[in-house]
T-cell receptor, first 111, second 115 residues
Framework: AQSVAQPEDQVNVAEGNPLTVKCTYSVSGNPYLFWYVQYPNRGLQFLLKYITGDNLVKGSYGFEAEFNKSQTSFHLKKPSALVSDSALYFCAVRRDNDMRFGAGTRLTVKP | KAGVTQTPRYLIKTRGQQVTLSCSPISGHRSVSWYQQTPGQGLQFLFEYFSETQRNKGNFPGRFSGRQFSNSRSEMNVSTLELGDSALYLC??????????????FGPGTRLTVT
Protein backbone atom coordinates (compact mmCIF):
# COMPACT_ATOMS: atom_id res chain seq x y z
CA ALA A 1 0.00 0.00 0.00
CA GLN A 2 1.21 3.47 -0.71
CA SER A 3 1.86 6.02 1.98
CA VAL A 4 3.16 9.53 2.39
CA ALA A 5 4.91 10.99 5.41
CA GLN A 6 5.51 14.55 6.52
CA PRO A 7 8.05 14.14 9.30
CA GLU A 8 7.56 17.60 10.79
CA ASP A 9 4.30 18.66 12.42
CA GLN A 10 5.51 22.23 12.65
CA VAL A 11 8.05 24.36 10.80
CA ASN A 12 8.98 27.85 11.97
CA VAL A 13 10.98 30.28 9.85
CA ALA A 14 11.69 33.98 9.88
CA GLU A 15 10.33 36.18 7.13
CA GLY A 16 12.79 36.48 4.28
CA ASN A 17 14.54 33.20 5.06
CA PRO A 18 14.27 30.14 2.85
CA LEU A 19 11.79 27.48 3.87
CA THR A 20 11.58 23.74 3.34
CA VAL A 21 8.64 21.48 4.14
CA LYS A 22 9.57 17.82 3.90
CA CYS A 23 7.67 14.95 2.32
CA THR A 24 8.65 11.34 1.71
CA TYR A 25 6.57 8.67 0.06
CA SER A 26 6.36 4.95 -0.33
CA VAL A 27 4.72 3.62 -3.47
CA SER A 28 5.48 1.12 -6.17
CA GLY A 29 6.00 2.35 -9.68
CA ASN A 30 5.86 6.00 -10.69
CA PRO A 31 3.51 8.07 -8.60
CA TYR A 32 2.06 11.48 -9.16
CA LEU A 33 3.03 13.87 -6.37
CA PHE A 34 1.21 16.98 -5.22
CA TRP A 35 1.45 19.82 -2.72
CA TYR A 36 -1.59 21.60 -1.34
CA VAL A 37 -1.97 24.46 1.11
CA GLN A 38 -4.84 25.08 3.52
CA TYR A 39 -5.56 28.45 5.04
CA PRO A 40 -7.79 28.72 8.15
CA ASN A 41 -11.42 27.80 7.53
CA ARG A 42 -10.75 27.12 3.87
CA GLY A 43 -10.46 24.08 1.65
CA LEU A 44 -7.15 22.95 0.21
CA GLN A 45 -5.56 24.86 -2.64
CA PHE A 46 -3.35 23.23 -5.23
CA LEU A 47 0.26 24.49 -5.27
CA LEU A 48 2.16 22.23 -7.66
CA LYS A 49 2.58 18.71 -8.94
CA TYR A 50 5.20 16.35 -10.29
CA ILE A 51 4.19 14.02 -13.09
CA THR A 52 7.36 13.38 -15.04
CA GLY A 53 10.35 15.21 -16.46
CA ASP A 54 12.38 17.89 -14.70
CA ASN A 55 12.88 17.07 -11.04
CA LEU A 56 12.40 20.70 -10.01
CA VAL A 57 8.78 21.75 -10.26
CA LYS A 58 7.65 25.35 -9.95
CA GLY A 59 4.22 26.24 -8.66
CA SER A 60 2.03 28.99 -7.33
CA TYR A 61 3.09 31.83 -5.01
CA GLY A 62 6.82 31.28 -5.63
CA PHE A 63 6.86 27.74 -4.29
CA GLU A 64 8.85 24.94 -5.88
CA ALA A 65 9.43 21.30 -5.07
CA GLU A 66 12.23 18.91 -5.81
CA PHE A 67 11.51 15.31 -6.71
CA ASN A 68 14.21 12.88 -5.63
CA LYS A 69 13.51 9.35 -6.78
CA SER A 70 16.41 7.70 -4.96
CA GLN A 71 15.35 9.23 -1.66
CA THR A 72 11.62 8.97 -2.47
CA SER A 73 11.18 12.56 -1.40
CA PHE A 74 9.29 15.57 -2.68
CA HIS A 75 10.25 18.51 -0.49
CA LEU A 76 8.51 21.87 -0.84
CA LYS A 77 10.72 24.93 -0.93
CA LYS A 78 10.60 28.69 -1.21
CA PRO A 79 13.66 30.96 -1.39
CA SER A 80 12.19 33.76 0.72
CA ALA A 81 9.29 33.17 3.11
CA LEU A 82 6.45 35.62 3.65
CA VAL A 83 4.28 35.98 6.75
CA SER A 84 1.31 35.27 4.48
CA ASP A 85 2.77 31.81 3.72
CA SER A 86 1.76 30.73 7.22
CA ALA A 87 -0.68 27.87 6.71
CA LEU A 88 -1.08 24.10 6.79
CA TYR A 89 0.71 22.27 3.98
CA PHE A 90 -0.19 18.82 2.70
CA CYS A 91 1.81 16.51 0.49
CA ALA A 92 -0.15 13.93 -1.52
CA VAL A 93 0.67 10.95 -3.67
CA ARG A 94 -1.53 9.33 -6.27
CA ARG A 95 -1.06 5.96 -7.92
CA ASP A 96 -3.93 4.78 -10.13
CA ASN A 97 -7.15 5.15 -8.17
CA ASP A 98 -5.49 5.63 -4.81
CA MET A 99 -4.89 9.14 -3.46
CA ARG A 100 -3.16 9.57 -0.10
CA PHE A 101 -2.41 12.72 1.86
CA GLY A 102 0.25 13.30 4.48
CA ALA A 103 -0.71 14.43 7.96
CA GLY A 104 0.16 18.02 7.18
CA THR A 105 2.85 20.44 8.33
CA ARG A 106 1.96 23.71 9.95
CA LEU A 107 4.23 26.44 8.64
CA THR A 108 4.62 29.59 10.71
CA VAL A 109 6.54 32.51 9.28
CA LYS A 110 7.45 35.12 11.87
CA PRO A 111 8.04 38.79 10.99
CA LYS B 1 -15.10 29.67 -13.71
CA ALA B 2 -16.91 29.12 -10.45
CA GLY B 3 -15.08 26.98 -7.93
CA VAL B 4 -16.26 23.90 -6.11
CA THR B 5 -19.27 24.68 -3.96
CA GLN B 6 -20.46 22.75 -0.95
CA THR B 7 -23.71 23.07 0.93
CA PRO B 8 -24.41 23.55 3.70
CA ARG B 9 -21.28 25.12 5.13
CA TYR B 10 -22.17 24.33 8.71
CA LEU B 11 -24.40 21.68 10.18
CA ILE B 12 -25.29 20.57 13.70
CA LYS B 13 -26.93 17.20 14.18
CA THR B 14 -27.61 14.88 17.07
CA ARG B 15 -26.46 11.30 17.45
CA GLY B 16 -28.53 8.81 15.53
CA GLN B 17 -29.69 11.26 12.89
CA GLN B 18 -28.63 11.17 9.28
CA VAL B 19 -27.20 13.91 7.12
CA THR B 20 -26.75 14.65 3.43
CA LEU B 21 -24.02 16.91 2.13
CA SER B 22 -23.92 18.32 -1.36
CA CYS B 23 -21.08 19.19 -3.70
CA SER B 24 -21.10 20.93 -7.08
CA PRO B 25 -17.84 20.49 -9.00
CA ILE B 26 -16.17 22.95 -11.30
CA SER B 27 -17.90 23.06 -14.66
CA GLY B 28 -16.45 20.38 -16.92
CA HIS B 29 -14.95 18.34 -14.11
CA ARG B 30 -16.26 14.80 -14.04
CA SER B 31 -14.51 13.40 -11.01
CA VAL B 32 -15.62 14.16 -7.46
CA SER B 33 -13.88 12.92 -4.33
CA TRP B 34 -14.86 13.26 -0.70
CA TYR B 35 -12.56 13.55 2.31
CA GLN B 36 -13.01 13.72 6.04
CA GLN B 37 -10.67 16.05 7.90
CA THR B 38 -10.23 15.87 11.66
CA PRO B 39 -7.44 17.17 13.92
CA GLY B 40 -6.55 13.66 15.06
CA GLN B 41 -6.79 11.67 11.83
CA GLY B 42 -5.87 14.31 9.29
CA LEU B 43 -7.29 14.07 5.79
CA GLN B 44 -8.90 10.72 5.08
CA PHE B 45 -10.28 9.62 1.74
CA LEU B 46 -13.93 8.59 1.70
CA PHE B 47 -14.76 7.85 -1.94
CA GLU B 48 -14.37 9.00 -5.51
CA TYR B 49 -16.98 9.16 -8.25
CA PHE B 50 -16.58 9.48 -11.97
CA SER B 51 -19.44 9.44 -14.46
CA GLU B 52 -21.90 8.41 -11.75
CA THR B 53 -19.78 5.39 -10.79
CA GLN B 54 -17.85 4.92 -7.60
CA ARG B 55 -14.25 4.34 -8.60
CA ASN B 56 -12.62 3.98 -5.24
CA LYS B 57 -13.63 3.79 -1.61
CA GLY B 58 -11.71 4.49 1.58
CA ASN B 59 -11.83 2.57 4.81
CA PHE B 60 -15.05 3.90 6.29
CA PRO B 61 -18.10 2.00 7.57
CA GLY B 62 -21.16 1.47 5.41
CA ARG B 63 -22.92 4.34 7.21
CA PHE B 64 -21.02 6.58 4.80
CA SER B 65 -22.36 6.51 1.28
CA GLY B 66 -22.38 8.72 -1.75
CA ARG B 67 -23.61 9.15 -5.23
CA GLN B 68 -23.02 11.24 -8.30
CA PHE B 69 -25.60 12.61 -10.67
CA SER B 70 -25.47 12.95 -14.44
CA ASN B 71 -24.48 16.63 -14.11
CA SER B 72 -21.48 15.53 -11.96
CA ARG B 73 -22.94 16.97 -8.77
CA SER B 74 -22.40 14.67 -5.84
CA GLU B 75 -23.94 13.98 -2.48
CA MET B 76 -22.66 12.08 0.49
CA ASN B 77 -24.85 10.66 3.20
CA VAL B 78 -24.00 9.64 6.71
CA SER B 79 -26.59 7.61 8.58
CA THR B 80 -26.88 6.92 12.30
CA LEU B 81 -24.50 9.71 13.19
CA GLU B 82 -21.92 9.21 15.92
CA LEU B 83 -20.01 11.80 17.91
CA GLY B 84 -16.85 10.75 16.10
CA ASP B 85 -18.34 11.82 12.79
CA SER B 86 -17.83 15.46 13.75
CA ALA B 87 -15.40 16.75 11.15
CA LEU B 88 -14.83 18.98 8.18
CA TYR B 89 -16.02 17.19 5.06
CA LEU B 90 -14.23 18.28 1.93
CA CYS B 91 -15.26 17.73 -1.63
CA UNK B 92 -12.76 17.92 -4.48
CA UNK B 93 -13.24 17.85 -8.23
CA UNK B 94 -10.85 17.19 -11.07
CA UNK B 95 -10.68 16.46 -14.75
CA UNK B 96 -10.12 12.80 -15.28
CA UNK B 97 -9.08 11.68 -18.69
CA UNK B 98 -6.60 8.94 -19.52
CA UNK B 99 -4.58 9.22 -16.35
CA UNK B 100 -4.66 10.39 -12.80
CA UNK B 101 -2.28 13.31 -13.06
CA UNK B 102 -4.90 15.99 -12.72
CA UNK B 103 -4.86 18.05 -9.56
CA UNK B 104 -7.92 18.30 -7.39
CA UNK B 105 -9.76 21.50 -6.63
CA PHE B 106 -11.30 21.61 -3.20
CA GLY B 107 -14.45 23.22 -1.92
CA PRO B 108 -14.54 25.14 1.37
CA GLY B 109 -15.97 22.16 3.20
CA THR B 110 -18.97 21.40 5.36
CA ARG B 111 -18.34 21.57 9.08
CA LEU B 112 -20.46 18.86 10.69
CA THR B 113 -20.91 18.85 14.45
CA VAL B 114 -22.63 15.89 16.07
CA THR B 115 -23.94 16.42 19.60
Amino acid sequence: AQSVAQPEDQVNVAEGNPLTVKCTYSVSGNPYLFWYVQYPNRGLQFLLKYITGDNLVKGSYGFEAEFNKSQTSFHLKKPSALVSDSALYFCAVRRDNDMRFGAGTRLTVKP
Amino acid sequence: KAGVTQTPRYLIKTRGQQVTLSCSPISGHRSVSWYQQTPGQGLQFLFEYFSETQRNKGNFPGRFSGRQFSNSRSEMNVSTLELGDSALYLCASSLLASGYSYEQYFGPGTRLTVT
